[in-house]
């Protein structure tokens, strides 16, 4: 089992920057999707953006144009860059991945992401 380790949280005023990183304990290269989720307060969990093995991506709709998300095959790791954060991007970030053959899934620990205005 691969596990996932997420790092890169904290607090960020409103229009600022963030890089989370998410650190897998083995190869990448067994996972055909990878992601990032992020729970707020009192919310459900939900998809931020979304990375295939083959590079194209998926984003939700509120972070399109301010969020990017990348994948490191040789370092094992998935990034998503967070610009012009706002307080609604509060939340706890989940790197995600599931594997090509049997789409089994993993979850990392989560990373806290707070936004003051």
């Known amino acids: 089992q691969v596990q996932l380790v997420e790092s890169g949280g904290g607090l960020v005023q409103a229009g600022g920057s963030l890089r989370l990183s998410c650190a897998a304990s083995?190869?990448?290269?067994?996972?055909?999707?990878m992601a990032w989720y992020r729970q707020g307060p009192g919310k459900a969990r939900e998809l931020v953006a979304a990375?295939?093995?083959?590079?194209?991506?998926d984003y939700a709709d509120s972070v399109k144009g301010r969020f990017t998300i990348s994948r490191d095959t040789a370092k094992n790791a998935l990034y998503l860059e967070m610009n012009t954060v706002k307080p609604e991007d509060t939340a706890v970030y989940y790197c995600?991945?599931?594997?090509?053959?049997?789409?089994?899934?993993?979850w990392g620990e989560g990373t806290q992401v707070t936004v003051s205005s």
């Open positions: 990375i295939t093995s083959d590079g194209s991506t």
């Open positions: 083995g190869s990448i290269s067994i996972f055909n999707t």
């Open positions: 995600y991945a599931r594997r090509r053959l049997s789409f089994r899934e993993s």
